[in-house]
């Protein structure tokens, strides 16, 4: 039931490029993206509603394909900064309803 | 903004032994969430209410759990008898209605020894 993100890790060069994918088995309403540091809360970044969008800011943005049950967070241009946890935030069911899971994490490490 | 605050920040405490954590939300965010994060286990929500009321608390993992928000301002997770297994990351966040994200609190580190 918990959604699966791709990859499990990945370990980037400073300007490198990196995609973290989030996978459902169920229909979607949302998805919420966030970063956490080690020993730190999760922070949000973004979220993005049924309907396709992609939203983010110069170099994180992020595409919901809610036909596909899926969403991906793309990280570019990487700064040291972006190392940490990323986890995607599901919400599914209906309003009154909904049901909030988060996926199974990725760790990213940015290197010099 | 002082965001949402929680406490204690670190807990150490005895199998057997009660185990209160507490919670302050954003100022007029109206849904507050309990979370533990575990390694093997992840982020798993325990429970959350909307306006005060509990709505979904299927992740309660069984009866030692119990949560309360009497008021917008402020909730409790206990945990009694408390036992070796609970030992985690407990975060509580709190979000407004519409299309926003949490915010998370800096979290209760549980240690039951």
């Known amino acids: 039931q918990q959604p699966v993100q791709s990859p499990q890790a990945v370990i980037l060069r400073e300007g490198e490029d990196a995609v973290i994918n989030c996978s459902s088995s169920?229909?979607?309403?949302?998805v919420h993206w966030y970063r956490q540091k080690h020993g730190e809360a999760p922070v949000f970044l973004m979220i993005?509603?049924?309907?396709?969008e992609q939203k983010g800011h110069e170099k994180i943005s992020a595409s919901f394909n809610e036909k596909k049950q899926q969403s991906s967070l793309y990280l570019t241009a990487s700064q040291l900064s972006y190392s940490g946890t990323y986890f995607c935030?599901?919400?599914?069911?209906?309003?009154?309803?909904?049901?909030?899971?988060f996926g199974t994490g990725t760790r990213l490490k940015v290197l010099a | 903004d002082a965001g949402v605050i929680q406490s204690p920040r670190h807990e150490v405490t005895e199998m057997g032994q009660e185990v209160t954590l507490r919670c302050k939300p954003i100022?007029?965010?109206?849904?507050l969430f309990w979370y533990r994060q575990t390694m093997m286990r992840g982020l798993e929500l325990l429970i959350y209410?909307?306006?005060?009321?509990?709505?979904?608390d299927s992740g309660m993992p069984e009866d030692r759990f119990s949560a309360k928000m009497p008021n917008a301002s402020f909730s409790t997770l206990k945990i009694q008898p408390s036992e070796p297994r609970d030992s985690a990351v407990y975060f509580c966040?709190?979000?407004?209605?519409?299309?926003?994200?949490?915010?998370f609190g800096s979290g209760t580190r549980l240690t039951v020894v």
């Open positions: 169920k229909a979607l309403y949302s």
């Open positions: 966040a709190s979000r407004s209605q519409g299309s926003s994200g949490y915010t």
């Open positions: 209410f909307n306006n005060n009321v509990p709505i979904d």
């Open positions: 100022s007029g965010h109206n849904s």
């Open positions: 993005l509603l049924k309907g396709g």
């Open positions: 935030g599901t919400e599914s069911g209906y309003s009154g309803t909904y049901k909030y899971i």
